[in-house]
C-alpha cells in the first residue's frame, strides 16, 4: 500500500511539474508582447523593456519557469499587476468560499445520485428506474447559467427560502453561512447528480449480473440488503473517480454560478483577472487549480486501495 | 411415524423458460424430480440440457425475463408462489447451494468473515460475535487451516481450493437439509476436484444432509449418489437408482452418454465414441423425444408427441425412450469402477 501510495505521488509530481511549466509558457507562448497589451500603445520602449525585464520575459522560457517554480515553492506566485496584492493571498482569501461550494455540491450530489441510482437498479425496466433515468437526463441536459438563474427566481424570489445572492463566512456563524451556500451548491450538484447516477446505475446494472450477487441471494439475504452490502462497493468505482474529477472540475469551474449569486470565489477572481488583464493573477491562480486538481486525483487513486483491497496487492506485487 | 415422510424437494412439472427475441427458450419443460431427506440425487446432463436453470428456479435466482409453473416444493412449501420473505426464510435453513466457480460466487470486496456469518446472523438470530465462532467451526469442518485468520481474507488472497472450501462452509452456516451443488468442481484443478467432491460426501453423511450433485460428468456421479436423473433439452430422459441407471441405462442418449465417457480398459487405438450433431434449438424443441434427430435407433414412433413420457421400470428406474435399451444390454457393468472413476483420477 505504501509503495503503491508512493508510485502515485512520484507520478502526480510530474504532472504537476509538467502543467504548471505551460502555465508559465502561456505568457510567452500568447501572441504579441504581453507589455505592450499591459501598458497601452502610448508607451515609451523603455518602460516596455522595463516590464519585460520585471516579468522576466526577456529570458529564455526554462529560466523563467525555473525562477517562477523557486518563487512558487517556497509560496510566492507574485504580485497582481493590478491590484498589488499578493496572488496567493488572493487565492488563498478566495479559496473557502469555492471549496465550500465545490465540497457542498459534491455531497448534495452523492447523496441524491446514489439512492436514485440504487432505487433505480433494485428494479430495472420498473417505473422508479424510468423516472430516475428520466430525471438524470433532464438534469444533465441543464446548464449551469439555465439552473442557478431558475432556482433563484423560485425558491429565493418567489418562496423566499433562500437569499437571492451574497455570501456569509463560516466564521460568522455556520448557519447563516449554510443559508447562503445551498441554493449556489444546488446549483452546481444538479448536473453533477446527473452524472453520478447515470454512471453507477450502469455499473450496478452489470455488478448484478455477477455470480457473488446470485450467491448472496442464495443466502437468504434481502434485495436491499445485497444491494448496499454486496453490490455498491464493487459499483462505485468509476463513480469515485468521477466524483474526484468532479471535485478538482469545480475548483476552478463554479465560475457562472459565482458570477450569478455574486459570491467572491476563486471562479470570480479568475474571471475578474481574465477581463482585467492581470496576467500574474490568472497564472498564480490557475496554477494553484492545476495543483489542488492534481493532488486531489491523487488521493483518489490512493482511495482505490481501501475500496478494492486487490488494488492494494497489486501495487505491491 | 405413522405418517409418510414428506419428501425434502418435491419438483412437480416444473417449466422454466425464459423471453427473448426469438421466442422463449424452454430451460426446463416439464421436469418432475423429488430429493428424500438425507438422500443424495445426482442430475446429469451436457451444458443446455436445463440441470442448472432447475437449481436456479429452486433457488429463486431466476432472471427477471424467466417465467415459471408447476410446483417446487421445498419441505411442503411452494417456493414457486410462496412471498419473498418467506423464500428468503428458506434460502440458508432448509436448502443452500455451492456454486461452480467460487472465484466468482465470492465477492472479491467483502471479507470472507461477513460473507459466511451474515447468513447466521439473519436466520438463525445469533449475535455477530457468535455467528464468527460458529464460522472458524465450520472453516476448521471443511479443511480450511488458520480459519480464524481466514475471517479476516480477501476471497483473492486464497487458493481455488480453498475458495471452493469456503464457498461450502457458507453453504453449511445455517445447517441447511439440501445441498445444491451446481458443478462444484469444474473450476478446479484435478488434483483438488476430489477432495472437494470426497469433503461434499463427509459433511453430507455426517449432517444427514440430502444433495443434489450436478454435473455435465457421470463418472463424478457415479460413486456419490443414491439416484440419478439424466436430463436433455429441457427434458428428464431417465431416472432411477445410480446403480441400474449406469449398469443397464434404458435410455438411448443415456447409453450414448456413458459410451463416450473415456475409460481405461478401452483399448488404447480405439477412437472414443462421440454423440453426433447438436442439442435441439430450445425455442423450437422436437415434437416428441428431443434425442431422435441424434439416435440411431429412433423411428417415426419417436417423432409423436408425448412420445418423451417417463415409463416407470422396476426399482423405480424410469425411462422416456420408445425403443430402449433392451435390460443389461447397454452398460458399462463389467469394470464399472474402473471406467467411471472421477476425472481427476484418470488423467493426474
Known sequence: MLLFAANRVVRALLVILFATFLVVALLSIAPGSLAVTLLGDAATPDAIADLEARLGLDEPLWEQY???????????????????????????ERLPVTLELALLALVIALLVAVPMALLAANRPGSLVDRVSTFLASVGLALPAFVVAPVLVYFLSLKAGLFPVAGWERIGDGLGDNLHHALLPAIGVAIPEIAAFQRLLRTDLDSTLHEDFISAARARGMPSGYVLWRHALRPSSFSLVTLAGISFGRLLGGTVIVEAVFSLPGLGSLIAGSISARDVIMVQGAVAFIVVAYVVLNTLVDIGYGFLDPRVRREAVR | MTAPTRPLLQVEDLRTWIATDSGPVRAVDGVSLTVAAGEAVGLVGESGSGKSMLARTVMGLLPDRAGTSGTVLLDGVDVL????????????????????????????????????????VRHL???????????????????????????????????????????????????????????????????????????????????????????????????????????????????????????SPRHRYTEALLASTPSLDAPRARRMRVIEGALPDPRRP????????????????????????????VLGHRHACVHPVPPGAGGVAADRDAALMPADETRS
Open chain 1, 66 to 92: 525555473s525562477s517562477w517554480l523557486g518563487d512558487a515553492v517556497t509560496g510566492d506566485l507574485g504580485t497582481s499587476l493590478r491590484t498589488r496584492q499578493d496572488v496567493l493571498d488572493a487565492v488563498v
Open chain 2, 81 to 120: 408462489t410462496a412471498s419473498t420473505r418467506v423464500r428468503q426464510s428458506l434460502l440458508g435453513p432448509k436448502v443452500a447451494m455451492v456454486f461452480q466457480d467460487a472465484g466468482r460466487a465470492l465477492n472479491p470486496v467483502v471479507r470472507i468473515g461477513r460473507q459466511i456469518t451474515e447468513g447466521m
Open chain 2, 125 to 247: 438470530g445469533i449475535s455477530r460475535a457468535e455467528a464468527r465462532e460458529r464460522a472458524v467451526g465450520l472453516l476448521t469442518e471443511v479443511g480450511v487451516p488458520d480459519p480464524r485468520r481466514r475471517l479476516a481474507n480477501y476471497p483473492f488472497q486464497l487458493s481455488g481450493g480453498m475458495r471452493q472450501r469456503i464457498m461450502i462452509a457458507i453453504a453449511l452456516a445455517c445447517e441447511p437439509d439440501l445441498l445444491i451443488a451446481d458443478e462444484p468442481t469444474t473450476a478446479l484443478d484435478v488434483t483438488v476436484q476430489r477432495q472437494i467432491l470426497d469433503l461434499l460426501d463427509r459433511v453430507r453423511t455426517t449432517r444427514g444432509m440430502g444433495l443434489v450433485l450436478i454435473s455435465h460428468d457421470l463418472g463424478l456421479v457415479a460413486g456419490r449418489t443414491d439416484r440419478v436423473a439424466v436430463m436433455y433439452s429441457g427434458r428428464m430422459v431417465e431416472e432411477g437408482p445410480t446403480d441400474a441407471v449406469f449398469d
Open chain 2, 286 to 313: 422436437p415434437a416428441g423425444c428431443r434425442f431422435a434427430p441424434r439416435c440411431a435407433a429412433a423411428d417415426a414412433a419417436c417423432e409423436v408427441p408425448g412420445a418423451d413420457s417417463l415409463r416407470d421400470g
